[in-house]
């Protein structure tokens, strides 16, 4: 089945720098999304970017299909950016297979 | 607004009893799904239904059933609980369950089983 490696698994930054998460997997993916969990739980899609690159504010999300590969830009972090980003490809049309997160930490 | 709706926020329950979660999406989509994450492991897929119809189910006990009285419910049973069922459960949905389909998932039930 598909495997997603997300590195790093934490990250810590002072407000202002930026950061780069990244997601490989094992199998191709025609579905391929990001999303962020807030520190209480609630999950939001952040992008549904199967292939190319995606900009929304801050962020940019740029998945190299034939890779097996995506990436999620945060500029200009701030502490409101605190929390887990989950890489999730997948492999059919049923079911959206997580990553482990990486656990991002902004400090003021 | 709340456009997918999970009851109730938190539950807590004896082990051996049973319970439901509740989901209903307002997004008119034609998929939905469950998922699990807990502290021991990532977040997992449990079921995905579309049209009402099972599509796929990764849950290897039969003590979880999902069940779908609209297309836009899909409530999940929980039965003979167990410690290691303490959760947080989501349901999510998607517009369809073909290749282009974004995900959206609702807030969450957070079980604990004593």
């Known amino acids: 089945g598909q495997q997603v490696q997300q590195s790093p698994a934490s990250l810590v930054l002072q407000e202002g720098e930026n950061a780069e998460l990244q997601c490989n997997f094992s199998?191709?993916?025609?579905?391929l999304q990001w999303f962020y969990q807030h520190p209480g739980g609630r999950l939001v899609s952040l992008f549904y970017?199967?292939?190319g690159t995606k900009h929304t504010g801050r962020l940019t999300s740029t998945t190299v299909t034939n890779e097996r590969r995506s990436s999620l830009h945060i500029s200009s972090s701030q502490t409101t950016d605190s929390g887990t980003y989950f890489c999730?490809?997948?492999?059919?049309?049923?079911?959206?297979?997580f990553g482990k997160g990486t656990h991002l930490h902004v400090l003021p | 607004d709340p456009k997918i709706i999970q009851k109730p926020k938190y539950l807590v329950a004896v082990t051996g009893s049973e319970k439901i979660l509740i989901c209903e999406q307002y997004l008119g989509h034609n998929a939905m799904y469950w998922y699990r994450q807990s502290a021991k492991k990532p977040l997992e897929f449990m079921f995905s239904?579309?049209?009402?119809?099972?599509?796929d189910n990764q849950t290897a006990s039969s003590r979880f059933q999902p069940q779908s009285s609209k297309k836009n419910h899909l409530d999940l049973q929980i039965t003979a609980l167990k410690p290691d069922d303490s959760a947080t459960y989501f349901c999510a949905s998607s517009q369809d369950l073909g290749n282009y389909a974004e995900q959206f998932f609702g807030p969450g039930t957070r079980l604990t089983v004593l």
């Open positions: 999730a490809p997948d492999t059919n049309a049923y079911k959206v297979i």
């Open positions: 199998s191709t993916a025609t579905r």
């Open positions: 239904y579309s049209y009402q119809k099972l599509m």
């Open positions: 970017n199967p292939s």
